[in-house]
């Protein structure tokens, strides 16, 4: 008995191979969906310096990947550039490279994914990048996670996570110098104990002499002035009457005795003289009243 095809049923198996052919174009196209990713510090960064750990899972370990810290340039554009240039080595420690099927020279340079497409990296990073000239404080930079450059224009492996830098230190503030420290002049009354003088460390007063009369000082009343007693310089001018207070009497004396013994050591000195060297007496006169009644 021939099979009868009817038009309803001819279109119930249309629909169901228009259905079939749908699903498979759209698991070709549909690009895979990414992992996720977190760092254990997005904000307060030192713009001197930081470092930063960055974690991932569910990515798709059929693709490579680079972890890096990047220019955010939004969704479905690739975040360029990333700080310390391309690095496919990581040895500048700006970037990581996440590859379990690298190319034949990426042997030791890829780290490869952990179970379930994961990885854990730690990355270095500065606000200002001498190496490409970001500024992060200036432009929004992100830890960021693309496709390697075997799959360069695949954007199925970015992911994003913001970070912020904290605000530089001031620069210290200008410091007026205020005027020099007075220099206190200290003047030791007789017979006080001497103080060292205010604002010369190490300075000392010399002791006052103890030799002269201790003045107390006085108070005016209608001032409230108060008058210190013979200062050092007071002391050294009662000197000048001479040693020990006796003036200089004694010293004239002296001096004087000291002449009149010279001169009289003198006197001898030529009248032992002119006797040792026979000089003869002087002539008597004959005239003289004296001289004859001696005769």
């Given at each position: 008995m021939p099979r009868v095809i009817t038009p309803?049923?001819?279109?119930?198996?249309?629909?169901?191979?228009?259905?079939?052919?749908?699903?498979?174009?759209?698991?070709?196209?549909?690009?895979?969906?990414?992992?996720?990713?977190?760092?254990?510090?997005?904000?307060?960064?030192?713009?001197a310096g930081d470092r930063v750990t960055v974690s991932g899972s569910g990515f798709d370990v059929t693709k490579g990947i680079y972890v890096a810290v990047c220019v955010d340039r939004g969704a479905g554009v690739a975040p360029s550039p990333c700080l310390g240039g391309v690095d496919t080595g990581g040895s500048g420690g700006g970037s990581a490279w996440i590859s379990s099927n690298p190319p034949a020279y990426g042997a030791?340079?890829?780290?490869?994914?952990?179970?379930?497409?994961?990885?854990?990296?730690?990355?270095?990073?500065?606000?200002?990048?001498?190496?490409?000239?970001?500024?992060?404080?200036?432009?929004?930079?992100?830890?960021?996670?693309?496709?390697?450059?075997?799959?360069a224009g695949d954007r199925s492996q970015d992911t994003r996570v913001g970070l912020s830098f904290a605000a530089p230190p001031p620069p210290p503030a200008a410091t007026s110098a205020g005027p020099p420290p007075r220099l206190a002049t200290t003047v030791a009354a007789p017979g006080a104990t001497?103080?060292?003088?205010?604002?010369?460390?190490?300075?000392?007063?010399a002791p006052a002499s103890t030799s002269a009369?201790?003045?107390?000082?006085?108070?005016?009343?209608?001032?409230?002035?108060?008058?210190?007693?013979?200062?050092?310089?007071?002391?050294?001018?009662?000197r000048s009457d001479g040693p020990d207070g006796f003036g200089w009497w004694p010293?004239?004396?002296?001096?004087?005795?000291?002449?009149?013994?010279?001169?009289?050591?003198?006197?001898?000195?030529h009248?032992?003289?002119?006797?040792?060297?026979?000089?003869?007496?002087?002539p008597v006169d004959r005239s003289d009243p004296s001289t004859k009644a001696g005769t």
């Open positions: 309803g049923l001819r279109s119930l198996r249309f629909a169901v191979v228009l259905l079939t052919l749908s699903c498979g174009l759209l698991a070709v196209v549909s690009p895979a969906v990414a992992g996720s990713t977190s760092v254990s510090k997005t904000s307060g960064l030192n713009p030791g340079l890829a780290t490869p994914y952990g179970p379930g497409g994961s990885f854990t990296v730690t990355l270095s990073v500065v606000a200002h990048d001498p190496v490409t000239g970001t500024d992060c404080t200036v432009v929004r930079c992100a830890a960021v996670t693309r496709a390697d450059h075997t799959r001497p103080s060292p003088a205010v604002g010369i460390p190490g300075a000392t007063t009369a201790t003045t107390p000082p006085t108070t005016t009343a209608a001032t409230g002035v108060t008058t210190a007693g013979p200062t050092e310089v007071d002391t050294l001018a009662a010293l004239v004396v002296a001096l004087a005795a000291v002449v009149a013994l010279v001169a009289a050591a003198g006197f001898l000195f009248r032992n003289r002119r006797r040792l060297t026979g000089s003869p007496p002087p």
